[in-house]
């Protein structure tokens, strides 16, 4: 068993350069290790109760479920777990050649670094275990180099024990982190506004801004533990 305190539970939307998205959505669920079976057995249970032994995905929200996500969401705001998040809004004024060493890769990765790495996820002489939905085939890649970066920020010495990639079937947290980042995405893109918008969406997101206290399209206080958005607006010269 892995000697860590956290595990935080990484999920993505909208990250690739080229999807013809002006929003980019990166967050995680924290779980102290200490309560991760009990979390995770009480959040399958809701499940159960619900019929819904499948897995949960922002894709797939219905209307007919929506009894299912409030209970989730309640669960979460009941417990110990934690959410972070970063929105970037406005990727197509991302200046890679300026901040990023001309890739939208090394932008990724400072993006994954500064959603790890800040006071409100990592404690004094606490560890972490960081696990990734699988999203492609580069998933290796990015954990050995996610690994490199955090390796040579702490000579040798960091907090982040451990990286691993997982499908998103394996994990309830990633299922949970998978809801919230796929609201605040639809939020920001607008998309609750759009002709033919998903009525289960919306109910799902307006339920999520009611027990957080927060609109989802901006960013909470940057104190915010239990719930966090950190609204990143990409700056470049005109």
């Not at 299912?68 to 929105?87: A, H």
């Not at 890769?105 to 959603?115: E, R």
């Not at 040798?156 to 990639?165: L, T």
Request: hydrophobic fraction near 35%.
């Amino acid at each position: 068993m892995l000697d860590v305190d956290y595990k935080l539970f990484c999920d993505e939307s909208c990250h690739l350069e080229g999807d013809n998205s002006p929003v980019m959505t990166i967050g995680h669920i924290k779980v102290p290790t200490a309560n991760y079976e009990l979390y995770k057995q009480e959040i399958k249970k809701i499940k159960y109760q619900f019929r819904s032994p499948f897995e949960l995905k922002w894709s797939h929200v219905s209307k007919a479920k929506i009894p299912l996500y409030k209970s989730l969401i309640d669960y979460f705001f009941s417990s110990d777990l934690e959410f972070r998040s970063v929105l970037i809004k406005y990727k197509n004024k991302l200046d890679h050649n300026q901040f990023n060493q001309g890739s939208h890769d090394n932008f990724y990765y400072k993006m994954i670094y500064f959603l790890l790495y800040n006071p409100l996820t990592t404690e004094a002489d606490k560890k972490y275990a960081v696990y990734l939905d699988i999203k492609d085939t580069r998933s290796k890649s990015k954990l050995l180099k996610l690994e490199e970066v955090f390796s040579n920020k702490f000579y040798g010495q960091s907090p982040f024990k451990h990286f691993q990639s997982i499908n998103s079937t394996e994990s309830v947290f990633l299922q949970l982190a998978d809801l919230f980042i796929g609201a605040i995405t639809y939020k920001a893109r607008n998309l609750c506004n759009s002709e033919g918008n998903s009525f289960a969406k919306n109910s799902f997101i307006e339920y999520l801004e009611l027990k957080s206290g927060y609109s989802l399209d901006e960013g909470t206080e940057p104190w915010e533990k239990k719930f966090n958005i950190f609204d990143h607006q990409p700056k470049r010269l005109l």
